[in-house]
């Protein structure tokens, strides 16, 4: 149990300090406007997995992916100078599916209810 607790504790950090490098310290264009939704740490820390979102279009959202991608050396690097753990683990970004998901269910639910009428 604490561990999950130690767990959730350091992937809150990560995603904080993630979030923080990109505004403050990330000078790519590409990147636009990116939500870090969640983090989602491996149970030995050596991978995390970071789910992002991006205002605007799909191929706008595929474009800071690849910029993201680009980065993930230097987000990593700053990244381990601002946390006191052993190892820093290995970034894997990922678009976050869960909204696009929510608003297929919003349509599903919308249709159903307008067959009703």
């Not at 939704?37 to 991978?47: G, I």
């Amino acid at each position: 149990m604490a561990n999950t607790i130690k767990q959730k504790r350091l992937e809150g950090i990560i995603r904080k300090n993630i979030s923080d490098i990109i505004q403050f310290n990330l000078k790519d264009p590409d990147v636009g406007f990116v939500t870090i939704t969640d983090v989602a740490v491996s149970n030995d820390h050596s991978y995390a997995h970071v789910y992002v979102v991006f205002l605007g279009k799909k191929e706008r959202a595929q474009a800071g992916l690849k910029a993201l991608n680009r980065a993930k050396g230097f987000i990593r690097r700053e990244l381990s100078q601002r946390l006191d753990i052993r190892r820093t683990p290995e970034l894997i970004f990922q678009m976050d599916q869960a909204e696009e998901r929510g608003r297929h269910i919003d349509d599903i639910i919308r249709k159903i209810h307008e067959g009703e009428q």
